[in-house]
């Protein structure tokens, strides 16, 4: 099925029903890539954690190089 609207054309797929087993195969990959997403969310806030740290302590040196009240 065809539907056209300002010039763009969308496809409708039929839905089709998921046996118990595509369901279960689904809902795997489904958590999978919410673990996945998840463990690339944490690996950027580590990263700019370090990052921030590593400019807090250069900003701690500087204080105590300039030897600052």
Request: aromatic share 4%; hydrophobic share 30%; net charge negative.
């Amino acid at each position: 099925m065809h539907v056209t609207a300002n010039a763009f054309t969308i496809k409708l797929k039929p839905k089709t029903e998921k046996t118990e087993e595509q369901q279960e195969l689904s809902d795997d990959e489904n958590e999978f890539r919410n673990e996945m997403q998840i463990s690339q969310k944490n690996d950027i806030f580590s990263t700019q954690l370090k990052h921030n740290l590593i400019k807090l302590m250069s900003n701690c040196a500087q204080l105590i190089l300039n030897g600052s009240d």
